[in-house]
């Protein structure tokens, strides 16, 4: 099952600051997010390997609680190109090398 | 320059036409991946390869064949095209499985 991400969608002014939540009815190992532009491929922002992990990158940074099986976006002071859709990323289940994506968040930042 | 190619980038077929999308990597990559997107269900995983002859299937593989006889290259083979298999076509790869995946810009067929 894919793992839901929460919101659907959003519109941030520029400045602004976002969360976008990704949670899993199964067990997560380990959490992926990328980024979609419009009419472009997903482009690969973070891993996440570890239960209570964070990573950084620019303003946007992500954590991952693997108790609650959830892991949550954060984009801090929104820029333009920070628009798109953004997609968390998992392997579907342990001993199995399948991959599912998350239902994504289409995110739009207006100057 | 670090890339992954996919040919060709649209196509427009009929139905039961067989018709192969090629994708090429040169990272020396050994987990590839096909997913396909579709509005309102984001992207999902037709088939995976481990290595070089190891393939396994995703989520979606009715109607979808691969082989991996090389390293680079991943073909995705759709043997008896329907339209439901309209879609926008995404080859990946990445150095192992569970790693960053690096995806190609895309092929968008349509079946008529």
């Known amino acids: 099952q894919q793992p839901v991400q929460s919101p659907q969608a959003v519109i941030l002014r520029e400045g602004e600051d976002a969360v976008i939540n990704c949670s899993s009815s199964?067990?997560?190992?380990?959490v992926h997010w990328y980024r979609q532009k419009h009419g472009e491929a997903p482009v690969f922002l973070m891993i996440?390997?570890?239960?209570?992990e964070q990573k950084g990158h620019d303003k946007i940074s992500a954590s991952f609680n693997e108790k609650k099986q959830q892991s949550s976006l954060y984009l801090t002071a929104s820029q333009l190109s920070y628009s798109g859709t953004y997609f968390c990323g998992t392997e579907s289940s342990s001993g199995t090398y399948k991959y599912i994506f998350g239902t994504g968040t289409r995110l739009k930042v207006l100057a | 320059e670090a890339q992954v190619t996919q040919n060709p980038r649209y196509l427009i077929t009929v139905t039961g036409k067989k018709l192969t999308v090629t994708c090429s990597q040169n990272m020396n990559h050994e987990y590839m991946s096909w997913y396909r997107q579709d509005p309102g269900l984001g992207l999902r995983q037709i088939y995976y390869s481990m290595n070089v002859e190891v393939t396994d299937k995703g989520d979606v593989p009715e109607g979808y064949k691969v082989s991996r006889k090389e390293k680079r290259n991943f073909p995705l083979i759709l043997e008896s095209p329907s339209p439901n298999q309209t879609s926008l076509y995404f080859c990946?790869?990445?150095?192992?499985?569970?790693?960053?995946?690096?995806f190609g810009p895309g092929t968008r067929l349509t079946v008529l």
């Open positions: 996440l390997l570890k239960g209570g």
């Open positions: 199964k067990a997560l190992y380990s």
């Open positions: 990946a790869s990445s150095l192992l499985a569970g790693a960053e995946q690096f």
